[in-house]
């Protein structure tokens, strides 16, 4: 308090402060201090605790002092961008991570802060290297230590692929691992040969790519993990999956040879397909038809059975009778269908007499 007060009593603003009139010479309003009035009044009151007591030499140090030691306590205050994330550094050492917007920490040199992008999509080429990596103005240089590798069931492939990541924590990302571009790209490849040797070379080449690209990814970012690296797998994209330039073409006549095998052997079973339901109807309708033809004559058989017995037993009552009557009715049977010629033999005639069957049979219209 006493600090205080004496400062008060110094200061223009204090109730001992001078006050000077208004033009009008009322002498109620007090004007604004003195500027050099305040400094003065500061460096005396600084000046009591400085060893030497009062010097009217040691005032523009002091208020240099003041200055610097304001504008150092100022430059704590730092901005972080929304694409990065701040840093803090104590003595070099890591301490915590700021989000965007404006921040504070401890001036230089105590603490310092480092904002790296962690918005910014960063891409690695496994298996060759296109212009922004080799500074070549086009085309694509094969790197082919990297992208030949052995499959599951015995064969090479020739694979490249792109791996695309962003910062998850710069903290991590800073201060885990030394060269962050080497360790994606190690890990990746790890993950990529570790897919591919479980993998048949014919699922690589057609519609198992988006699945060995999913599995890569998260066995990446598994090892990524374990790192602590501070790293996001954000995609990794296949460039490219062929067998070796140099069995390429013994590989597609394989190929071809593979397509017309598939080709035959899909022919075959519709042709099976066909043939076989066919045959089965055509066998069923002949059983159906046998199976008919036997109730028929099974039938026909038990009919005609009956129909003996029938007439063996009026034939035992009556034989005289039955015998005509069969005879009647077998040559009713007979003479049916064929033409007749009825000779009287009472007519007088000779013994062969003349009969004019042409013209016999055109009146009878040749029945």
Do not use: C
């Amino acid at each position: 308090m006493s600090l205080t007060k004496n400062f008060l009593s110094q200061s223009p603003w204090g109730s001992g402060g001078p006050s000077r009139g208004d033009n009008n010479g009322s002498g109620s309003r007090r004007e604004p201090p003195n500027l050099d009035e305040l400094i003065g009044n500061l460096q005396r009151l600084i000046g009591k605790f400085l060893p030497g007591g009062k010097s009217g030499g040691s005032k523009p140090i002091i208020l240099g002092l003041v200055i610097l030691l304001v504008i150092w306590a100022l430059s704590g205050l730092y901005r972080v961008l929304p694409d990065e994330q701040g840093v803090v550094l104590r003595f070099g050492k890591f301490v915590t991570t700021t989000q965007p917007g404006l921040n504070y920490h401890i001036p230089f040199p105590v603490e310092r802060v480092l904002k790296p992008k962690v918005t910014k999509v960063n891409r690695i080429d496994v298996g060759f290297r296109g212009a922004s990596d080799s500074g070549r103005s086009s085309g694509i240089g094969e790197v082919p230590e990297e992208s030949l590798m052995l499959t599951g069931d015995e064969n090479i492939v020739d694979i490249n692929y792109s791996v695309f990541w962003v910062i998850k924590d710069a903290g991590k990302f800073l201060f885990n691992i030394q060269e962050p571009v080497e360790t994606v790209k190690a890990a990746s490849e790890t993950a990529m040969r570790e897919v591919i040797a479980k993998s048949e070379i014919q699922s690589i080449l057609t519609e198992g790519r988006s699945k060995i690209e999913v599995e890569v990814q998260d066995i990446t970012q598994n090892i990524l993990d374990e790192y602590g690296s501070g790293i996001q797998i954000t995609q990794v994209q296949t460039q490219k999956a062929d067998p070796p330039s140099q069995v390429i073409d013994a590989f597609r006549d394989v190929q071809a040879a593979r397509a017309d095998r598939e080709r035959s052997k899909n022919e075959a079973e519709a042709y099976a397909n066909d043939v076989i339901p066919r045959a089965r109807g055509d066998a069923e309708q002949i059983l159906q038809k046998a199976e008919a033809y036997k109730k028929e004559v099974v039938a026909a058989a038990e009919g005609e059975a009956s129909r003996f017995l029938a007439i063996y037993n009026e034939y035992k009552n009556a034989k005289q009778v039955t015998q005509e009557r069969m005879y009647l009715e077998t040559m009713e049977k007979v003479l049916a269908d064929i033409d007749k010629v009825i000779i009287d033999k009472n007519s007088g005639q000779g013994v062969v007499p003349y009969l004019p069957l042409p013209e016999l049979k055109k009146t009878t219209g040749g029945n």
